[in-house]
């Protein structure tokens, strides 16, 4: 789905005398994104990405983003606590014994 960004200024004009409801939304929606934590891995590092077929729901302003972990890869949906993808675990853990190379 390609979206083609309004210009500024329009928007601008556009808005104007009217109250700004989205912005209190956003910060709402962030706060709860970096409150996450993977399900995979228990790290709480993420990146948002977005499916077109869950992006937007009926009656909300804000886009519904999943959350990739950047610790293991795993793929998540916050809103409804559904795992895409399992991603992979042994890229979140150091090992407990150092892995030794050369020829020490």
């Known amino acids: 789905m390609d979206l083609k ?27 709860f994104y970096r409150g996450q934590t993977c399900p995979g891995c228990g790290g709480n590092a ?20 999943l959350l990739q972990c950047d610790n293991c890869d795993c793929v998540f949906d916050p809103h409804t606590g559904i795992q895409l993808t399992m991603g992979n675990r042994a890229k979140a853990y150091v090992p407990t014994i150092p892995i030794l190379e050369g020829p020490d």
């Open 5 to 31: 960004e309004m210009d500024p200024q329009i928007a601008l004009k556009l808005l104007e005398g009217h109250k700004d409801v989205i912005s209190p939304l956003q910060e709402e929606r962030e706060k």
């Open 46 to 65: 993420f990146t948002k990405t977005g499916d077109s077929r869950l992006l937007f729901r009926h009656q909300e302003p804000l886009p519904r983003y």
